[in-house]
C-alpha cells in the first residue's frame, strides 16, 4: 500500500510539473478612451501560468510609456517608464499571439523589463525607444523573427500583426488571440477606483502612448 501510495505521488508530481509553464502573450490597445481618458496606440506583453521550477504563480503584464504627454515628444526624448495596466484595461486590448517560454525565457524578460526601468531619463523616443521597440527586444529575446522595417516604429498593432505572422512561420507552437470586444461604458466606469489610482501613476496625464 505504501509502495502504491509513493507511486501515485510520483506520478502526480510529474503531471504537476508538465503542466507548469509560463504563457507569454502580445497585446496592443487601440486608439480610444479609457475610463475618463484618452489611450493611444500601445504595445505590451502579458505573463501568466506558473514557473516549472517552483511552480511560483506569474501574473504580470509590462509596456513602456511616455512619463507624460506633450508636443515636445514629437522633437525630443523625454521621460519614460515601465508601467502595468488593471485587468479591465487587459479586456480592451487586442491579444495577437500566445507561446509558452521557459523559465529561463522568463528571467530573461523580468531581466529586460529591469533594465528597461533602470535607463538613464530622458529614456522615452518617439522613433528609437517605444512601446513597440520595447516589445520587439523581447520578441528577439525568445528568438522570434521580429521585423526591422521602420514603417511599424509607430505602429503597434501594424508590427505585432507582422510579428504574429512571421512567426507563424516558424517552428514554434502558438496560440493565435481574439479580438477582444471593448467594455461596455458602464462597465468601464465601473471601477472607478482603479482608473483613478492609474490616472495618479501617470501623474495626471493620458495613459499610455507608445
Not at 491579444?95 to 522568463?106: G, K, R, T
Amino acid at each position: 500500500m505504501r509502495q502504491l501510495l509513493l507511486t501515485t505521488l510520483f506520478f502526480l508530481a510529474l503531471a504537476s510539473g508538465a503542466c507548469a509553464e509560463v504563457t507569454l502573450t502580445f497585446y496592443s490597445h487601440h486608439f480610444g478612451t479609457y475610463g475618463s481618458s484618452v489611450t493611444f496606440p500601445h504595445a505590451y506583453v502579458r505573463l501568466s501560468g506558473t514557473t516549472a521550477a517552483d511552480t511560483k504563480p506569474v501574473k504580470a503584464n509590462f509596456g513602456f510609456s511616455a512619463q507624460t504627454l506633450s508636443p515636445s515628444i514629437l522633437w525630443e526624448p523625454v521621460e519614460g517608464y515601465v508601467l502595468s495596466m488593471p485587468d479591465d484595461y487587459i479586456a480592451m486590448s487586442q491579444p495577437h499571439f500566445s507561446l509558452a517560454i521557459s523559465d529561463e525565457q522568463y528571467r530573461s524578460v523580468l531581466s529586460i523589463v529591469d533594465r528597461w526601468r533602470k535607463y538613464p531619463q530622458p529614456s522615452y523616443s518617439l522613433d528609437t525607444k517605444n512601446c513597440v521597440t520595447f516589445v520587439k527586444e523581447i520578441a528577439i529575446a525568445l528568438k522570434l523573427p521580429a521585423s526591422n522595417d521602420p514603417k511599424f516604429i509607430r505602429s503597434p498593432k501594424e508590427f505585432l500583426e507582422d510579428l504574429q505572422v512571421r512567426t507563424s512561420k516558424t517552428n514554434r507552437i502558438v496560440t493565435i488571440g481574439r479580438s477582444q470586444q471593448p467594455i461596455p461604458s458602464t462597465q468601464a466606469h465601473a471601477n472607478e477606483t482603479t482608473v483613478v489610482r492609474a490616472e495618479n501613476r501617470w501623474g495626471g496625464t493620458t495613459p499610455p502612448a507608445r
